[in-house]
């Protein structure tokens, strides 16, 4: 009887094959483009998932209400005077994006850096793979790199204790090896230095340049567990008040502002200028997963049709069984086997036309970040000139 069965499901897939390949390709591409498109929108809703404890961290950035511009960093002192203010701020830390030379022995490439904060890794606790991240910075002239970096000039992963030159005059000790950065994440920090580095960029600001400069300083800080986040972002206008002085009259709230995003908020969240990475569109999301949805119910109507169409014409088919002596059971296992051995080669189809799409999408995400990095390097400036963020913020 089995023999049977499957010789008939050959026999109508031989004889309906034109029908047969439509159905199974219809349903199969319109399945995997739904997925690709759900892979997408998981991994824009996911960003900086992967932090831990992230629900306890944000980020601080400067607007400008008189222009309209919003900037992902802030002024320098920011993170000082938050601690001094508001006693539910546990820590804060700073970033200051750089470009430098990097070499070790015959490689050298510019790279994009970012000078921390000694406190960086108790704000943002990225994933260590060797060494201590956190001890490192006690070293002024420390450095933790991620793995891809370590693979690029030194051609392993365990690097802890070799050295980098920067510039080729400033010699730093690799403290920790962190994993590589994933792609959904809104940070770019594959090298960090230390920020109590006499040729660092921060201490450079807080020395050379006392009082209200504005330079590219991203500004995160973490909150003790049950702080009132409403409270906090109502008492920015008076917290501006209180250290930036307005002209007589004007108080300096009404013409700067603070934003506090959750870090895990920053990608959709944010149209910011000058942020690690392009900043994704929410609409765009929710859009795509409502083209998702109508593509699965198309690819499904589609695939009700056809079957319908075939049955119709299999009518002759199942009264000749029926007089052979072919019961009800009989004929539902045949069907019941016809659908199987169909939802298997839709699978298949499916699962090849997903891997190939995830590729694609993976090679054009690494893309999109090196593009990225390119872009920011040139934004970049030498910390004594004049910082562009001034005239955005003031404007």
């Given at each position: ?23 199974i ?10 997925l ?41 002192q ?13 820590v ?67 690097v ?50 006392p ?28 917290f ?15 013409r ?60 002759l ?9 072919a ?6 296992a ?26 694609e ?35």
């Amino acid at each position: 009887m089995l023999a049977g069965h499957v010789h008939a499901l050959f026999r109508n897939l031989r004889r309906n094959l034109f029908s047969s390949v439509l159905d199974i390709a219809g349903l199969a591409i319109g399945l995997a483009a739904a997925l690709i498109i759900a892979l997408y929108a998981i991994d824009e809703l996911t960003f900086d998932a992967h932090l831990p404890d992230a629900e306890h961290v944000f980020r601080i950035s400067s607007d400008s209400k008189r222009s309209g511009v919003s900037l992902s960093t802030s002024q320098k002192q920011v993170a000082q005077l938050l601690t001094i203010d508001y006693p539910q701020v546990t820590v804060v830390t700073r970033l200051i994006a750089d470009t430098r030379g990097v070499r070790h022995r015959e490689v050298e490439a510019n790279e994009t850096l970012y000078w921390a904060d000694p406190n960086f890794f108790s704000v943002l606790s990225l994933p260590v793979v060797a060494g201590d991240a956190k001890a490192a910075f006690s070293n002024p002239v420390a450095a933790v790199i991620t793995q891809r970096i370590a693979r690029k000039y030194f051609g392993r992963d365990s690097v802890v204790g070799e050295t980098l030159q920067i510039d080729r005059r400033y010699d730093v000790v690799i403290g920790a090896v962190l994993a590589d950065l994933p792609s959904n994440t809104h940070l770019n920090t594959e090298i960090l230095l230390s920020g109590s580095a006499s040729f660092s960029k921060i201490r450079s600001l807080d020395v050379d340049y006392p009082g209200d400069f504005i330079a590219p300083v991203h500004t995160y800080f973490r909150v003790k567990p049950g702080t009132d986040l409403d409270r906090l972002r109502q008492d920015m206008p008076a917290f501006i008040d209180r250290h930036w002085g307005g002209a007589p009259g004007i108080p300096a709230s009404t013409r700067i502002g603070f934003t506090i995003l959750p870090v895990r908020d920053i990608h959709l969240g944010s149209k910011a200028l000058f942020a690690m990475k392009p900043a994704g569109d929410p609409i765009a999301v929710a859009s795509l997963a409502l083209v998702a949805l109508l593509i699965v119910i198309a690819a499904c109507i589609n695939f009700v049709n056809l079957t319908i169409a075939r049955s119709t014409r299999r009518g002759l088919e199942v009264g000749i069984r029926k007089c052979n002596g072919a019961g009800r059971w009989t004929l539902g296992a045949q069907f019941a086997g016809e659908g199987i051995a169909g939802t298997c080669r839709r699978y298949r189809v499916l699962r090849r036309s997903e891997w190939l799409a995830a590729a694609e999408h993976r090679a054009r995400a690494r893309e999109s970040a090196r593009r990225a990095c390119r872009d920011r390097s040139g934004l970049d400036s030498h910390v004594g000139h004049r910082s562009p963020h001034r005239s955005l913020l003031y404007r």
